[in-house]
């Protein structure tokens, strides 16, 4: 008489079901990449003709520093990788997919980069948008000079 493993019994009735799950998670990751595939699309099309001066110039009639402006958005294009034009009102979690190291290391390159001092008081509100990242760049000090060297004119 013939014994079975009762090990091997209970994976060959495992399987079936096994299998529908993995193929299940494999169709919602397909559906999830086709439905951002067409966002991004979307995006492209809907924002046709933006790109970093008339960006830049909507966030001037508006008050904001050009130079911040500029910066903020090739920043986001070329480090971040956003590949299509951003506007201020655009998420940066949710329309940008930037998590909060994201952000943090933004903040940090591009306050570096324009030569601005993050004050931690003038991050009392979280930064939703690109014009909050604007907004708090803007509304850091200058970093001073190092001691002995002068200012050029």
């Not at 099309?45 to 909507?58: C, H």
């Amino acid at each position: 008489m013939a014994t079975h493993n009762p090990f091997s019994l209970g994976i060959q009735e495992q399987a079936i079901p096994i299998l529908a799950i993995i193929l299940c998670i494999g169709l919602a990751y397909l559906l999830l990449r086709w439905v951002a595939s067409r966002r991004h699309r979307a995006l492209i099309r809907e924002r046709e003709g933006v790109d970093e001066a008339s960006f830049a110039r909507r966030m001037q009639e508006q008050g904001f520093d050009p130079v911040i402006a500029r910066s903020t958005f090739r920043y986001l294009q070329e480090v971040q990788g956003i590949r299509f034009p951003v506007l201020p009102t655009d998420d940066l979690d949710v329309d940008l997919g930037l998590d909060s190291e994201d952000i943090k290391q933004t903040l940090s390159d591009l306050s570096s980069g324009l030569e601005r001092r993050l004050n931690a008081a003038l991050l009392h509100r979280p930064l939703v948008t690109v014009e909050d990242l604007v907004r708090l760049l803007q509304a850091s000090p200058r970093a001073e000079s190092s001691p002995g060297t002068e200012a050029v004119a």
